[in-house]
């Protein structure tokens, strides 16, 4: 059973990433998936979350407007869709995926991580 994050690099403020999240061992169809993220010196956030089935979605007031979570669950695959990035966006983005939460960004009610992959935001 793994989560794999992919897709970080480095961008220019106002520019767009795309990240994935494909997970492997098991199917993501009953799985909500959210990604949080850290950056140095500061505690890992919520950042997007995406239902099993993709009926709903919910966003951190930080990237509303601006990042799109989707999934695609015959590649089994959930996607961030990161557009107008700032350096404050630069961290490491994590996917974790659940099938029982009451809360939409509580790390601990998430059973899978994927291994984190690192977005740098340059000014």
């Known amino acids: 059973v793994q989560l794999q994050a992919s897709g970080g690099g480095l961008v220019q403020a106002g520019g767009s990433r795309r990240l994935s999240c494909a997970a492997s061992g098991f199917t993501l169809d009953y799985y909500a998936i959210a990604w949080f993220r850290q950056a140095p010196g500061k505690e890992r956030e919520g950042v997007s979350y995406?239902?099993?089935?993709?009926?709903?979605?919910h966003y951190a007031d930080f990237v509303k407007g601006r990042f799109t979570i989707s999934r695609d669950n015959a590649k089994n695959t959930v996607y961030l869709q990161m557009n107008r990035l700032t350096p404050e966006d630069t961290a490491v983005y994590y996917c974790?995926?659940?099938?029982?939460?009451?809360?939409?960004?509580?790390?601990?009610?998430?059973?899978?991580w994927g291994q984190g992959t690192q977005v740098t935001v340059s000014s």
């Open positions: 974790a995926a659940t099938q029982f939460h009451n809360y939409y960004f509580a790390p601990g009610e998430y059973d899978y």
């Open positions: 995406i239902s099993g089935k993709g009926g709903t979605t």
